[in-house]
């Protein structure tokens, strides 16, 4: 059984590797970001409660699973379940040349072109995260990689 939690800054890399291990070890894949926010405009969090429970039913529901996102407050309910954890601690420049380089995601948003509207904000909240000290920093970031006691991976490049 496998059960694996990655995260790390936005374009880092984190739903390219888990789709990757979901395909080298059949894992199921719980993308944070599909939990994390109610449904509505302007977005809104979804409260911490209920989407803690969102999380617990996909791991009790799943045998071997990859969870991925960069909500710290979000990771430590799956962390508490996992046999491994990879941070994904690229730079900045990396991350935001990855932003540039996205496909469309259409599970969070309804055209390409709407995901590049969002592009310059994107790229914005990526370049504060060595400064941030909410649930998305780097400071939570590195905290949840070296309170882990399992197996545990720091990778700063794609390089795989």
């Known amino acids: 059984m496998k059960k694996i939690v990655i995260f790390g800054n936005s374009g880092s890399g984190k739903s390219t590797l888990a789709k990757q291990l979901c395909e080298k070890y059949g894992l199921a894949h719980l993308d ?36 991925e996102g960069c909500y710290s407050d ?29 496909p469309w ?28 000290q909410d649930t998305f920093s780097l400071l939570t970031h590195q905290s949840l990689f070296d309170e882990f006691n399992g197996k545990k991976t720091l990778l700063c490049s794609n390089e795989r």
């Open 32 to 67: 944070l970001d599909l939990i994390a926010w109610l449904p509505q405009t302007p977005p809104a969090r979804k409260p911490l409660l209920q989407a803690s429970v969102d999380i617990e039913d996909f791991i009790n529901e799943k045998d071997s699973w990859v969870i």
């Open 74 to 102: 979000l990771l430590q309910v799956a962390i508490r379940h996992a046999c491994e954890v990879v941070f994904l601690n690229l730079s900045i420049e990396d991350c935001i040349a990855n932003a540039k380089q996205r």
């Open 105 to 132: 995601e259409p599970h969070k948003y309804e055209s390409k072109a709407a995901q590049d509207n969002n592009l310059s904000m994107l790229i914005d909240w990526i370049a504060q995260y060595e400064t941030r």
